[in-house]
């Protein structure tokens, strides 16, 4: 089981820090990511990080401004969020999966099987 949190309202400029914690069968957990969507579009993938920690990969609408993590001693993923800008409202969803691909970080969401409830991030101008 996956619960997000750390959402809310922020301005233009502004930071917040989203939370991702696993509980349950954390054991089988490998590559997490979060997601996002807006409401009429497709889930679009933001970031998402291996299990070591080492390997991470980012959208390019959010690299250089987003920063994802992970300590597995807490069974917690995090996502920084920095410079936030109007088109990163959405609701954010973290995703876990049980697998390890030779060919990296998945960026697809069919390639993780835990998901989190969504947390709400709202950029306001």
């Known amino acids: 089981q996956l619960q997000a949190s750390g959402g809310g309202l922020q301005q233009s400029g502004g930071s917040l820090r989203l939370s991702c914690a696993a509980s349950?069968?954390?054991?089988?957990?490998?590559?997490m990511a979060w997601f996002r969507r807006v409401p009429g579009k497709e889930r679009e993938f933001v970031a998402a990080?291996?299990?070591?920690?080492?390997?991470?990969a980012y959208a390019d609408s959010v690299t250089g401004r987003f920063t994802i993590s992970r300590d597995n001693s807490k069974n917690t993923m995090y996502l920084q969020m920095d410079s936030l800008k109007l088109e990163d409202t959405a609701v954010y969803y973290c995703?876990?999966?049980?697998?390890?691909?030779?060919?990296?970080?998945?960026?697809?969401?069919?390639?993780?099987?835990?998901w989190g409830q969504g947390t709400q991030v709202t950029v306001s101008s």
């Open positions: 349950g069968r954390t054991g089988s957990i490998k590559d």
């Open positions: 990080i291996s299990r070591s920690g080492v390997d991470t």
């Open positions: 995703a876990a999966g049980r697998l390890s691909y030779p060919t990296g970080i998945p960026r697809v969401p069919t390639r993780y099987y835990y």
